[in-house]
């Protein structure tokens, strides 16, 4: 049973879906004012390794993550630039689409554009002033935090004190200089705005995600996830929106990854330590021993990001290659013996285990390198069978890291091999495995056909 720490309770919780099956999952995305940097990719490669779990898991999960493209920053940026505000998010946002791919993350389901939802998040606005959760100040349109007793109930904050009706316009502060927060900006000397029913001008950076995230997953859904540094007020701010709008729960689980730092240090740009993907890439590391060194730490703890981490990457990465490419060579027909199905089902069961545990990545790898050395000690007493099975479990438990390199196609003769252990499986009347067989070579695009002439195969889904 997978647990999840909820920042919301404080707790590790069982996780149980609203819908059973179906997972509806939101992470707070770029703003696209630069190229994203390594602490940012942690909590990417992190949001991808969770939906890839809730899915090994067999879990439907709807993924949306939005693209901040109005805010503070990229207007800013965009004026400094002399670009417009959409040549220069469009430039960011492909930049993040590119990295996220080098890196191996999964494209969300929906990616909803901020600018694109303007109407929502005016409506949202609307709703809350019907309600009166918000007043107006020189066009602008402000949150009242005295009017929402729950206000604090994420960052674990008191802001019962907090001065009634002093205001912040920015939308990063910190919980020292709590107040009401902005949810619509009037519009300003050249700065981009719309004309709306609230009046011209723009939306905060929170209300954002509160009119994308409700859209598309509904008033209440499973998990909201964002780095730490988004607790507050960013996710505390989404909670007292949504909630004072809609009278419901908003988020069932609040999922925060820990920060990075750099050799040691807080990565900063005065320090020099400071770097995006493509600096790294840029000095010859490979994108996966970067996504291996992301996700080889539990994701609430701190991660030392350092050369030598990154050596040591490469080199567990190359070591399950071998592994795995060995096994596949020697892999045959027949069935594997007991003894070995059992190791390998002990050696799955751990790795589900820690990963259960709040995804324990650290114990979830050293369950799969405790298996792989195991049988490395023995590997010339393998069969074929053992083999095959021991190559296909490294490639299923790539499904949820996804950190080995892509392999060339099967062979013709490797996918006889197959079904020829397919077919003997059929004889003894073990359909499980037959059946597992055959769903192994649809994950590599082979279709079978049986014939009444024999088995015919096709590549191509
Ligand atoms: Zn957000």
């Not at 999964?106 to 007043?135: N, W």
């Not at 988020?251 to 790294?280: A, Q």
């Not at 296909?392 to 892509?406: C, M």
């Amino acid at each position: 049973m997978l647990k999840l720490h909820n920042t919301l309770t404080g707790k590790d919780e069982e996780f149980h879906p609203l819908e059973e099956g179906v997972v509806r999952f939101y992470t707070c995305g770029p703003t696209v004012y630069d190229y994203a940097h390594v602490g940012n990719f942690r909590t990417f490669v992190f949001q991808d390794l969770l939906r890839r779990y809730l899915k090994y898991l067999n879990y439907r999960v709807i993924h949306v993550m939005n693209i901040t493209d109005v805010d503070d920053k990229t207007i800013h940026n965009a004026r400094e630039q002399g670009m417009s505000l959409k040549d220069y998010t469009a430039k960011y946002t492909s930049a993040f689409l590119e990295d996220s791919k080098t890196l191996r993350i999964d494209p969300p389901d929906i990616m909803p554009r901020a600018t694109e939802h303007i109407a929502e998040m005016v409506g949202l606005i609307k709703s809350l002033g019907e309600k009166g959760f918000s007043y107006q100040k020189d066009g602008s349109i402000y949150f009242s935090i005295a009017r929402d007793p729950d206000y604090g109930k994420l960052s674990k904050a008191d802001f019962s004190g907090a001065q009634s009706g002093a205001r912040v316009d920015t939308d990063k502060y910190d919980k020292e200089n709590a107040r009401d927060f902005v949810l619509w900006k009037a519009k300003k000397e050249g700065e981009d705005f719309w004309e709306t029913e609230i009046g011209p001008g723009r939306p905060g950076w929170h209300i954002e995600c509160s009119a994308m995230s409700m859209k598309y997953l509904g008033e209440t859904f499973d998990i909201h996830c964002g780095g730490v540094d988004l607790i507050f007020p960013h996710h505390e701010n989404e909670i007292a929106q949504s909630e004072s709008a809609t009278g419901k729960p908003f988020v069932r689980y609040w999922v925060h990854p820990e920060f990075l730092i750099v050799e040691g240090e807080k990565m900063s740009k005065s320090l020099g330590n400071y770097f995006t993907l493509r600096d790294l890439l840029a000095k010859g590391h490979s994108p996966e021993s970067i996504r291996y060194l992301l996700l080889s730490v539990h994701y609430r703890k701190q991660l030392n990001f350092t050369n030598d981490g990154l050596r040591q990457a490469q080199a567990s990465i190359q070591r399950l290659e071998d592994f795995a490419l060995r096994a596949k060579e020697k892999a045959g027909p027949g069935e594997p013996s007991a003894s070995f199905a059992e190791e390998v089902n002990a050696a799955r069961q751990r790795f589900i285990e820690a990963m259960d545990d709040d995804l324990n990545t650290s114990a979830a790898l050293a369950a799969v390198f405790d298996f792989v050395r195991a049988t490395y000690q023995k590997q010339n007493a393998l069969s074929g069978g053992d083999a095959r099975l021991a190559s296909e479990f490294i490639e299923e438990i790539d499904g949820v890291l996804n950190i080995l390199r892509p392999q060339p196609e099967l062979l013709d003769e490797e996918i006889a091999a197959q079904i020829e252990a397919r077919q003997a499986a059929r004889k003894r009347k073990d359909f499980a495995e037959a059946d597992r067989i055959r769903q192994w070579l649809a994950s590599k695009g082979i279709q079978l056909e049986d014939t009444r002439d024999g088995v015919r195969w096709k590549r191509g889904s």
